[in-house]
């Protein structure tokens, strides 16, 4: 359990740092093709739904490399 906590706290290391000093790297994220973004008179509403489906791949990708 240590293990993958230690890892988790690099990979989000390692993601601010990339927000901190880098903010275009991610700039594209949520602004993809299939993300839903409607403008109304009262608020906005988003559904990130490709941005959602590529986070579901990468974190299935990561858990079956660690998990072998």
């Not at 986070?55 to 072998?68: A, D, G, H, Q, Y």
Request: hydrophobic share 60%; no cysteine; glycine share 8%.
């Amino acid at each position: 359990m240590a293990k993958w906590l230690i890892i988790i706290g690099l990979f989000f290391i390692i993601l601010g740092v990339l927000m901190y000093y880098l903010p275009w790297t991610l700039n594209w994220f949520g602004k993809l093709p299939g993300d839903i973004h409607v403008k109304l008179e009262q608020g906005n509403i988003y559904i990130p739904v490709t941005s959602m489906i590529i986070i579901s791949i990468l974190i299935t990708v990561i858990l079956n490399f660690f998990k072998r």
